[in-house]
């Protein structure tokens, strides 16, 4: 089973939502803001994916610009971005796709069919 972290007003995380339904994907969706992931659950998709830090990130969104992260951000250690992040799910990309704790996909820029899930 998926579990899919989405912001339900979000145009974006429901384009995504219609897919996965489409395909016919079992997942558990969570509402990043009400319910973001805690440390522990972020570090560990962290380490899983091999991404950057960054690209779990919501750059271009409210939380972000408001906490002046732009300029904070390079002297933020990995461990004070991880607590924002379990703080504020509003500063997390979204949607994220996970699978048995492996990000699948962070955002939505490849169709789900494309992903060979």
């Known amino acids: 089973m998926y579990t899919f972290y989405e912001y339900p007003k979000c145009t974006t995380c429901k384009k995504a939502k219609k897919e996965l339904d489409r395909l016919g ?5 969570v ?3 009400t319910n973001p992931p ?3 659950l972020l570090k560990e998709l962290l380490e899983n994916s091999g991404l950057d830090l960054k690209k779990f990130f919501n ?3 409210n939380s972000y610009r408001e906490l002046g992260l732009k300029d904070k951000f390079d002297s933020l250690t990995v461990d004070e ?4 992040l379990s ?3 509003m500063l997390i990309k979204r949607p994220i796709l996970i699978e048995d704790d492996k ?3 962070i955002g939505y820029r490849t169709p789900y069919a494309e ?3």
Not at 25 to 29: D, H, I, M, R
């Open 25 to 29: 994907l079992a997942y558990e969706s």
């Open 31 to 33: 509402d990043i803001k």
């Open 38 to 40: 805690k440390v522990s």
């Open 59 to 61: 750059t271009s969104g």
């Open 81 to 84: 971005a991880l607590e924002l």
């Open 87 to 89: 703080k504020d799910g």
């Open 103 to 105: 990000v699948l996909q």
């Open 115 to 117: 992903l060979d899930l």
